[in-house]
């Protein structure tokens, strides 16, 4: 467990020395109040070869993480993937609380796809247009955030794609790494 663990903590601090030169330099990275009433819902997509897994951070109206999760799901573009992780969170919200929603994910073509009612690609059209029908836009919001400002819901994705997961997870089963990428958005 030791060296898994360490394993684990090395690859992030690698990924992170990556993105923190390539951005050619150290962000802060802080989020706005909610809406009163709402949630906020962190999703995005992993994969490596031909195994997929997506991801969901959930915040109350105070930003306290309420909620997380993460399953395999399987998929035949990044777009799909990227879809099955906006219905993942959904679902999730669901299953919480009668409030609103505002969802953040990182892949622009389908949070403009979603604004604009229009599929962002032809391969995902029939799965984007159920979404679209089941998706209460009374209640829930979809917005497009940067991968940096995206990063909970990302490293838990890719967290997942190595661990067995389907749906919620308690705090202590989840790597003390990847809580920690919680913590950035308070």
């Given amino acids: ?3 898994r663990g ?7 601090l690698v990924q992170n020395v990556e993105s923190i030169e390539a951005g050619g330099g150290i962000e802060v990275v802080r989020w706005g109040l909610l809406r009163p009433g709402r949630m906020k ?3 995005d997509f992993a994969y490596a070869e031909d195994q997929g897994d997506v991801a969901a951070v959930i915040f109350d109206a105070e930003g306290v993480v309420k909620w997380f999760g993460a ?21 999730l919200v669901r299953h ?3 409030v609103g929603a505002d ?5 622009l073509p389908l949070v403009s796809g979603l604004s604009e009612g229009r599929s962002p690609h032809w391969g ?3 799965t984007f247009n159920k979404f679209c ?6 209640r829930h919001f979809v917005v497009w955030i940067s991968r940096v400002f995206n990063e909970a819901a990302h490293t838990l994705a890719r967290w997942g794609l190595t661990h067995s997961c389907n749906g919620y997870l308690p705090f202590l089963e989840v790597s003390p790494h990847v809580l920690t990428k919680f913590l950035c958005l308070a």
Avoid at 6 to 12: A, G, M
Avoid at 76 to 89: D, H, K, R, T
């Fill in 6 to 12: 360490f394993k684990e903590h090395s690859s992030l």
């Fill in 96 to 98: 919480l609380a009668e």
């Fill in 124 to 126: 995902i059209r029939f």
């Fill in 103 to 107: 969802f953040y994910s990182d892949n």
């Fill in 133 to 138: 029908n089941d998706f209460d836009i009374t």
């Fill in 71 to 91: 399953k395999k799901v399987s998929f035949v573009s990044v777009m799909q993937g990227e879809l099955e992780a906006l219905s993942f969170g959904v679902s």
């Fill in 41 to 43: 819902c962190f999703v």
């Fill in 1 to 3: 467990m030791i060296e």
